[in-house]
């Protein structure tokens, strides 16, 4: 049985690096209007990034998302957006896990990667400085036995002299347990706690929206999109995403530089 989707009610969810805005910062004019339409008319309009909170609020505020949710951390944070508060937002739900045994592999491993382990809020403590433009926030330099001492909701493992398929070889090889990973398009590697992504925060904010589950849509280009767009009643890929990120995809619309998400955006506002 097919259900009638109206634009009130579903609720769609946005990666935004290669998905909503291009890799140089830049959000269209037409992304813009059809997010202002879509929230207009009643929709639940949801960033949902790996950024940090720190870089995910600021682009939900140029939007003119001041209210409702968004998803950090490739969903280890959720955070309420409501202009009245400190910051404009509040963090409602927050997932961590011990860094230390993943990290002590991986520092084996790789030991002339750069290490950093998310500060919620304010940025990163890094073993040292990543290049500039590649963090969002403050960075602390601590050294390695600090960093692994606290409890995080994401941790990023970047190291230039490797490519994205031989971190996902080491992964493999190495085996990381307890946590959620995702290899970016360069030698980045996140971490987030286990059996947590994107897909999973959304669930409970479905669920804390009571929005039915035919009312989902998710749009996203990377491999820390699979779970949220196998979430998604209806999952489309950029038209420039991975193989795998497509075959977990029920469609796939354009690439970054052809604006594919307008299309997907028209279309949610053409059913209402």
């Known amino acids: 049985m097919t259900h009638p989707r109206t634009v ?13 805005m291009t890799y140089d910062g830049v959000i269209s004019d037409a992304v813009r209007e059809s997010i202002t339409a879509l929230r207009d008319g009643g929709a639940h309009v949801v960033l949902a990034t790996g950024r940090g909170v720190r870089a995910t609020v600021p682009v939900a505020h140029d939007l003119g998302l001041t209210t409702g949710w968004a998803i950090s951390s490739n969903g280890a944070v959720t955070v309420r957006l409501d202009p009245e508060l400190d910051d404009g937002y509040e963090v409602t739900r927050l997932t961590t896990f011990d860094p230390e045994p993943a990290l002590r592999v991986l520092q084996m491993e790789l030991p002339d990667a750069f290490f950093a382990v998310e500060d919620l809020g304010r940025g990163f403590q890094v073993t040292r400085p990543f290049p500039e433009g590649e963090l969002t926030g403050d960075q602390r330099v601590c050294d390695f036995e600090e960093l692994v001492s606290r409890p995080a909701t994401r941790v990023v ?3 230039p002299g490797r490519t994205p398929e031989e971190f996902r070889e080491l992964v493999r090889r190495v085996g990381l347990h307890q946590v959620s990973y995702a290899v970016g398009w360069s030698a980045w590697l996140d971490l987030t706690p286990g059996g947590v992504n994107k897909g999973s925060a959304l669930e409970d904010l ?4 009571g929005v039915e589950p035919f009312a989902t849509v998710a749009v996203g280009d990377g491999s820390n999109d699979v779970e949220m767009l196998d979430w998604a009643a209806r999952g489309v890929a950029m038209g420039h995403a991975g193989d795998d990120v497509r075959a977990a995809a029920d469609e796939v619309t354009g690439t970054i530089e052809d604006d594919g998400l307008v299309d997907v955006l028209r279309s949610v506002l053409a059913e209402g």
Do not use: I, K, Y
Request: a negative charge; hydrophobic letters at 45%.
């Open 157 to 159: 493992v970047r190291d």
């Open 8 to 20: 009130a009610g579903t609720l769609v969810a946005l990666d935004v690096d290669g998905t909503l």
């Open 206 to 209: 479905r669920r804390d929206l």
